[in-house]
């Protein structure tokens, strides 16, 4: 299987979790030694939006605030990368050729942001391209895709499915609730439509539920 992880900021880096984050790194050894190829994304989290809110009071501009941003989820990636050891990449790669260049080598990539105007999950979604992927998993602080944002409204429905389609009229619709939107930026979603790639978003404060999507059990929502 060839994977790319994204694991959100707000699970391992909102506040920083340092046992989940070797959790983490047990998993994607474990992976490895599977024969499995892996990259993943991380983001940020607070601390990143911390920095950013820095930045804008600072009157920075907008790719600026995002550079702060990438600084952090760099960081981030940096100390998940440290506890690989020699499983993983020499470095945090700082573009989608770089990492296709340790993927290729049999190293474990980890990374963060690329450039100013995305997001992780765009980065998540250039890789799979890249590397051709099999499966994109996005390990978030939600169970999956819910019909409605469930940190709002407690009769929100997860899903056990959804196609490509009717997520991005889900983005588009203007009366969809705010939080969808954080279940998979729509740029990811333009790049994953390209070339159909299992993607699927579960909880990630348990990395055992990446394990359980790679053996192709269901867990979290299905995106086909
Ligand atoms: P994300 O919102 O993608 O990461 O990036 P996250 O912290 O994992 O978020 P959750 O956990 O899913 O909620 C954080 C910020 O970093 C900047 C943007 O400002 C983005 O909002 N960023 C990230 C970039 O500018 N470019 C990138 O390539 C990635």
């Given at each position: 299987?060839?994977?790319?992880?994204?694991?959100?900021?707000?699970?391992?880096?909102?506040?920083?979790?340092?046992?989940?984050?070797?959790?983490?790194?047990?998993?994607?050894?474990?992976?490895?030694?599977?024969?499995?190829?892996?990259?993943?994304?991380?983001?940020?989290?607070?601390?990143?939006?911390?920095?950013?809110?820095?930045?804008?009071?600072?009157?920075?501009?907008?790719?600026?605030?995002d550079?702060?941003?990438?600084?952090?989820s760099?960081?981030?990636?940096?100390?998940?990368?440290m506890?690989?050891?020699?499983?993983?990449?020499?470095?945090?790669?700082?573009?989608?050729?770089?990492?296709?260049?340790?993927?290729?080598?049999?190293?474990?990539?980890?990374?963060?942001?690329?450039?100013p105007?995305?997001t992780?999950?765009?980065?998540?979604?250039?890789?799979?391209?890249r590397?051709?992927?099999?499966?994109?998993?996005?390990?978030?602080?939600?169970?999956?895709?819910?019909?409605?944002?469930?940190?709002?409204?407690?009769?929100?429905?997860?899903?056990?499915?959804?196609?490509?389609?009717?997520?991005t009229?889900?983005?588009?619709?203007e009366?969809?609730?705010?939080?969808?939107?954080?279940?998979?930026?729509?740029?990811?979603?333009?790049?994953?439509?390209?070339?159909?790639?299992?993607?699927?978003?579960?909880?990630?404060?348990?990395?055992?539920?990446?394990?359980l999507?790679?053996?192709?059990?269901?867990i979290?929502?299905?995106?086909e």
């Amino acid at each position: 299987m060839k994977l790319v992880l994204r694991i959100g900021g707000s699970v391992v880096a909102s506040p920083f979790d340092p046992a989940l984050l070797s959790g983490y790194a047990d998993l994607l050894m474990k992976l490895k030694q599977e024969g499995h190829v892996v990259a993943v994304v991380v983001g940020g989290g607070s601390l990143a939006r911390e920095m950013i809110k820095v930045a804008k009071e600072m009157k920075l501009k907008e790719p600026k605030q995002d550079e702060v941003a990438i600084s952090v989820s760099r960081l981030v990636a940096q100390l998940l990368l440290m506890k690989l050891g020699e499983a993983g990449a020499r470095k945090v790669p700082v573009s989608i050729k770089e990492a296709a260049d340790f993927v290729k080598n049999g190293k474990v990539v980890v990374m963060g942001g690329l450039k100013p105007g995305m997001t992780t999950d765009a980065v998540a979604a250039l890789l799979v391209e890249r590397i051709g992927a099999n499966l994109l998993v996005k390990a978030t602080d939600q169970d999956g895709i819910f019909t409605r944002d469930p940190r709002k409204h407690r009769n929100a429905r997860k899903l056990d499915m959804i196609d490509l389609d009717d997520l991005t009229r889900f983005l588009e619709s203007e009366k969809h609730e705010a939080g969808i939107h954080q279940v998979l930026d729509p740029e990811a979603i333009r790049i994953l439509k390209k070339r159909k790639t299992r993607t699927v978003v579960l909880n990630g404060f348990n990395p055992n539920n990446v394990l359980l999507a790679v053996k192709g059990k269901k867990i979290g929502t299905l995106i086909e």
